[in-house]
């Protein structure tokens, strides 16, 4: 069996992977962007500084992302409780039941996919791809893992 490179391997897979998650954003009228906010907002209440560094974007481009996804309902902005400067960003019902459909697709979509491989294969795959993106996240200052937890408001 013939096999790619890596770079090359990792650009196919991510253009595999983008691909279906822009179909499953364009079903649920959301852009790229939309969708990842919506995933980060899932299990975290960022303020938008915080939010800014998680999509990679600048300060103003997110006001901008998340002033639309406010006017559609999707989030909310809350006063932080222990920085009065600060604004936290959440999801509203609308947003999270937005953001569980679209997960729960794009989710089946990738299974279909991987379970082209074998369950170890699998099972490696999903190793190696947390090890590499927990190291390229530490090494951003990024916590993967920050979860919604009471003492962050």
């Not at 809350?78 to 999270?96: F, H, K, M, N, W």
């Amino acid at each position: 069996m013939a096999s790619l490179s890596t770079v090359d391997g990792l650009a196919q897979l991510s253009f595999l992977v983008l691909g279906t998650l822009e179909r499953r954003a364009a079903e649920r009228d959301l852009s790229l962007i939309q969708t990842r906010l919506l995933g980060v907002l899932r299990d975290r209440r960022p303020t938008m500084l915080e939010l800014a560094k998680l999509l990679g974007l600048d300060k103003s481009s997110v006001s901008g992302l998340v002033d639309r996804a406010e006017r559609r309902g999707l989030v909310a902005r809350i006063p932080s409780a222990a920085d009065r400067r600060s604004v936290l960003v959440s999801l509203t019902e609308q947003g999270r039941a937005l953001a569980s459909e679209a997960a729960a697709a794009f989710e089946s979509d990738v299974t279909t996919f991987v379970g082209l491989l074998s369950p170890s294969d699998r099972e490696n795959l999903t190793k190696l791809v947390s090890r590499l993106l927990v190291a390229h996240a530490t090494a951003n200052g990024v916590d993967l893992f920050d979860t919604l937890l009471p003492s962050r408001e």
